[in-house]
């Protein structure tokens, strides 16, 4: 954690998140022209970063690209703000987040997010793959499978029995890596987003993204690295991802070193 505000109190690198924050995975370049910093200047401020876990990156071909990492900033957060709390203080960032003027901006195709979680890779591996683990921290019910390499995955998002909606294992080596394809756009999203049957149809159009977990040991803690991609470009599920792994994640955390979840509702 001092780690974190160290990195956080040089305004350079904050502009930097800032940055990332506007428009994940940019390059060493891209960075350097859209702030006017010298390439040697964005490297040493992204390596503050990066040893921070403030930032994560992802090779794509030869280049190198830069994702901001949010689960340090949601950790400061669950160290001083209430479970209880954690609702309300929400609702006032959203409230100020529609009150400014705030534009549209470019998204990343992939979605990064790195945690570390004080458990060991067996007590992860579990809680990813078995349901009774699962249906602890996954408000809905989450994913059900044999986890087998070409097994279906079937899917529950609001405690209903679960669905079959073409998703399969793409790798499963335990505990260090399992990834699954992810469903399609479903009537009952449409439903609970008011979306019409052309609306849905149109979505439905979009390429199938992935999720996979990486699972490293970190001393005592357990580093995991969840790399959600394959996106279609401005695509409405990488939106919903991006909103929806955070909170998820979090309460993974939580659950796994202290038997409670941190986000409820």
Do not use: C
Not at 207 to 222: H, L, N, Q, Y
Request: hydrophobic share 35%; aromatic share 8%; no cysteine.
């Amino acid at each position: 954690m001092d780690e974190v505000f160290r990195a956080l109190a040089d305004p350079s690198r904050r502009a930097l998140l800032d940055a990332l924050h506007d428009r994940g995975g940019q390059s060493l370049r891209e960075l350097g022209e859209g702030l006017e910093m010298s390439r040697q200047a964005v490297a040493k401020h992204l390596g503050v970063l990066e040893d921070a876990g403030l930032v994560v990156t992802s090779w794509h071909g030869r280049e190198k690209h830069h994702h901001l990492n949010a689960a340090p900033i949601n950790d400061v957060a669950d160290r001083w703000i209430r479970r209880y709390d954690r609702a309300r203080a929400e609702a006032l960032a959203d409230l100020r987040t529609v009150l400014q003027d705030h534009e549209e901006t470019e998204m990343s195709d992939d979605f990064v997010y790195v945690t570390y979680i004080r458990t060991t890779p067996e007590k992860l591996w579990q809680a990813l793959t078995e349901p009774a683990f699962i249906a602890r921290y996954f408000e809905g019910g989450g994913p059900q499978s044999d986890w087998r390499v070409g097994s279906k995955v079937l899917w529950s998002m609001q405690g209903e029995d679960h669905h079959d909606w073409d998703q399969h294992v793409l790798e499963a080596d335990p505990p260090r890596r399992l990834s699954y394809s992810w469903h399609n756009y479903q009537p009952e999203m449409a439903e609970m987003f008011g979306w019409s049957d052309e609306r849905l149809a149109e979505l439905q159009q979009e390429k199938i993204s992935k999720v996979t977990f990486d699972i490293e040991p970190a001393g005592t803690s357990v580093k995991l690295t969840v790399t959600h991609d394959d996106f279609a470009p401005d695509s409405e599920m990488r939106a919903g991802v991006a909103q929806g792994w955070p909170a998820i994640l979090s309460n993974l955390k939580s659950y796994l070193e202290t038997g409670e979840i941190a986000v409820t509702g």
